[in-house]
């Protein structure tokens, strides 16, 4: 952000809201006008939404955070931004542009006959409910409704009663109005009125917080023009907008602007059958001869950005083990390229690139087991690092920030190299091939055979995860700016020692900065070489690994979230606490607080099923239960993102599980009934079908239809480059001459000009097939849709 108001240094940070409920917040920057934040979040958004939002907050200390100001994005106006960065002006955060929820509603024009037999027309609205209403200071709202017939001489408002702490109110409330006069009416009669044409009249519906004794605050509006009724019954849900007057009074030039990179996709599976095709043509792709004639080698030349076809890619052949040939293909071709051996891999090319994205996602446990307790001491009890002159404080002695320094790097180092028996299976494989084909490339040069290896698992692996632990969550929050610097020191030692054969003397003039290169010169190179070099052989080897006893349970999920209290007393209140949980592959654990031992714990194979409950169990959003053998555990987490992806994480670990239920419970069982069915036996069997019922499947991290659907996204998308694609190959196939415009062209790789031409035309008619089938879906779609306003 830059600019910020008020025009004094203050501690700034930012949060990301779906609508109004906050779903990310970045770290505090300090004392800065221009704070950088420079944070990246991922997420799937499990609900409709309107707006994204991102707000800059005044940290303050003693009151409340300040909201300095806001960017907001229609959802139908991401596209325009996606892919690119964007300066955003700050507008005024007002309670009367604050709104999210629908509102479903049935309008109907009656024609009545009145007494003396004249027709006069009558308006009914049905408000039915409404849903996804936000939170008010924390806590679920107290809504109603007006509802208003709006002309130019007439405001008719009736109101509708409050209902108590929910987001999604059912009010089920018809209300009359009489629209046109009856022809018998003179401008003397009762009325008084000029007669009203019903083609400027419109229907308006406020929501409200009930505000008991402080002011009611506004939640949204809807209008509807009475003329598009005309005789028909209309029913539909109406998403809830801002005022219209809402911001017209603040100033919007002056309270700075925020820089963002936004990348929104929107992707509609189809059934398995209908990708077929294009799946095997992807999973053939590490066999055809050469690999830059391959589906997928020709996905990420049409792609802008390699990573938009690297993520799909990696997940898709991994989850159906072809990730290793294929990196070995690119890899290949990457190295025919590479002229210096001390270069190698060392640019953003499809197979370093593939090979970070596989890391990411193989590698999490394996960061963990080895990282997480060193990085933990260095966040919990830190030491003064500093040794660049220019950065230390006064009073700091730099001797002993070298010390420090130096029993961190020895630490975090030596745990790396103590861990190869904890190297996934798979990064082993690609490691090894790797290896070898670098030694094939360069003979003469005994170091490149370790140098290919280096330059992924230290340089691109473990360098990366020091220097930003919350990012590979290996810490829950971010570390300030103090452990920030000493982490951002570790990982430049550790990518130096890491680096085969670095600490050679001619090595050290390198360095760019000489505080590094004294640093340096107190490290044995001998010692350190060796220690790099048995790890490398370790992790580049396909040798199985000696079984180290019992396997140790996979860390899958951790944070902090509310869990409604299981007491069976009848004394006391059944109350929400605040607890850490924890879940792995072995048990699902909730603890008083971070590394303190579990006060509760349930075995993953005990697990009977996790399933949403209705928020009117305790007028409570984002819950979800988890059933095992004794009460269901109860749990609400912070926001719908997290909430979502607890579920997903919990289904995902016990699809396997025997005794899995086909029917549960959505509400609780309260007062000596279940809320939902009514029942009131507490086991009686649930009354609705469990939703993740789902066969067993050991690739179960990744799904593969979605990885699909999104690469065939990325070919509709990229339909042209296909085509100038198809038309070189063509080109050079029949004219083997000088090319013919080569701008076209030239940035493409084509070795083989028919079998490339050959894909090319399998793809595009794949593509035109799956673009007829989504066709077909969007018309049934929209035809059913019910959406009064989008």
Not at 44 to 52: A, D, G, S, Y
Request: hydrophobic share 35%; charged share 25%; proline share 4%.
């Amino acid at each position: 952000a830059k600019h910020l108001v008020p025009n004094k240094m203050r501690d700034f940070f930012c949060t990301i809201n779906l609508d109004q409920e906050e779903v990310f917040r970045t770290q505090v920057v300090e004392k800065s006008l221009s704070p950088y934040f420079g944070e990246e979040f991922y997420f799937e958004i499990p609900r409709t939404f309107q707006w994204l939002s991102f707000y800059i907050y005044d940290k303050s200390v003693l009151q409340k955070d300040l909201r300095i100001g806001k960017v907001s994005i229609k959802k139908e106006d991401l596209c325009n931004y996606t892919g690119k960065e964007n300066w955003f002006m700050l507008q005024p955060v007002d309670s009367n542009s604050e709104v999210q929820g629908k509102v479903h509603l049935e309008l109907k024009l009656n024609e009545l006959i009145t007494d003396n037999g004249s027709v006069c027309q009558q308006l009914v609205v049905h408000i039915k409910e409404c849903h996804g209403l936000p939170l008010i200071n924390g806590q679920n709202c107290d809504p109603y409704a007006t509802v208003s017939l709006v002309g130019p001489s007439r405001n008719d408002q009736k109101k509708t009663k409050v209902k108590k702490k929910t987001s999604n109110p059912q009010f089920n409330e018809t209300f009359y109005f009489e629209v046109t006069r009856s022809s018998s009416y003179t401008k003397k009669s009762q009325f008084q009125v000029e007669e009203e044409d019903i083609e400027k009249l419109e229907v308006r519906v406020d929501l409200w917080n009930n505000g008991n004794l402080v002011q009611d605050v506004f939640l949204g509006e809807i209008k509807v023009p009475v003329k598009v009724l005309k005789n028909d019954s209309f029913q539909a849900w109406y998403l809830l907008q801002p005022r219209e007057n809402g911001n017209k009074s603040s100033k919007t030039d002056d309270l700075g602007s925020l820089r963002l990179n936004i990348c929104y996709t929107e992707d509609c599976v189809l059934p398995s059958e209908y990708y077929a095709s294009l799946r095997n043509l992807l999973l053939k792709s590490s066999d055809v001869q050469p690999i830059s004639a391959s589906a997928a080698y020709i996905l990420s030349e049409v792609c802008r950005d390699k990573y938009d076809a690297v993520l799909p890619l990696v997940r898709l052949l991994l989850h159906h083990h072809k990730l290793v040939p294929f990196v070995a293909a690119v890899a290949e071709l990457d190295l025919k390229d590479t002229q210096e051996a001390n270069t190698i891999f060392r640019g953003n090319s499809l197979a370093t690139r593939c090979v970070d994205e596989m890391m990411k996602i193989v590698g999490k446990h394996y960061l963990k087991v080895t990282l997480k307790p060193v990085i933990d001491e260095i966040c919990e009890s830190p030491k003064p690092c500093e040794i660049d002159p220019i950065k230390l404080r006064e009073g700091d002695n730099v001797e002993i920030n070298m010390e420090n320094l130096r029993y961190y790097v020895d630490k975090v180092f030596r745990e790396i190299v103590r861990s190869s028996i904890s190297c996934p299976t798979l990064m082993c494989d690609v490691f090894y091939s790797l290896r070898h084909l670098a030694a094939k490339r360069f003979p003469n040069d005994p170091h490149v055979q370790y140098s290919a290896v280096s330059s992924f698992v230290f340089l691109r692996f473990f360098a990366v995860a020091v220097v930003s632990p919350h990012t590979f969550h290996l810490r829950p929050h971010h570390p300030d700016a103090q452990t920030s610097r000493t982490l951002t020191l570790i990982s430049k030692a550790i990518q130096t020692l890491g680096s085969w054969g670095s600490l050679t003397k001619s090595k050290l003039s390198s360095f760019k900065e000489t505080f590094m290169c004294e640093f340096f010169k107190t490290f044995q190179e001998e010692k350190f070489t060796e220690s790099v070099k048995k790890f490398l052989d370790d992790v580049s080897s396909t040798e199985s690994k000696e079984p180290s006893g019992v396997s140790e349970p996979v860390h899958l999920k951790e944070g902090e979230m509310y869990k409604r209290a299981q007491g069976r007393t009848r004394i006391g209140k059944k109350n929400f606490k605040k607890r850490w949980f924890c879940l792995t592959t072995r048990e699902f654990t909730y603890h008083k607080q971070q590394d303190k031992e579990p006060i509760f714990t349930i075995p993953i194979k005990n697990i009977l099923a996790v399933e949403k409950l209705d928020e009117s169990s305790f007028n409570k959003k984002n819950m979800f239960q988890v059933l095992h053998g004794e009460k269901p555990l109860y749990i609400q987490a912070n926001n719908c993102v997290e909430a979502s992806e607890w579920i997903e994480a919990l289904c995902r670990v016990t699809r396997c599980n025997q005794k899995r239920l086909s029917f549960y419970h959505p509400s609780a069982f309260l007062n000596g009934n279940w809320l939902c069915c009514k029942a009131t036996m507490e086991n009686t069997e649930g009354c609705a079908r469990c939703t993740a019922d789902v066969p067993a499947d050991t690739q179960i991290e990744i799904d593969g239809d979605r990885e699909t659907e999104r690469i065939y996204s990325l070919f509709t998308i990229n339909r042209s480059k296909l085509q100038k694609l198809e038309e070189a190959c063509g080109s050079i196939a029949v004219y083997q001459g000088p090319r013919k415009e080569p701008d076209d062209y030239s940035n493409f790789t084509i070795e083989d000009s028919v079998a490339t031409f050959h894909t090319l035309q399998q793809i595009i008619d794949i593509v035109e097939k799956l673009n007829e089938s989504h066709e077909k879906y969007q018309k049934k779609r929209s035809s059913s849709a019910k959406y009064g306003s989008e």
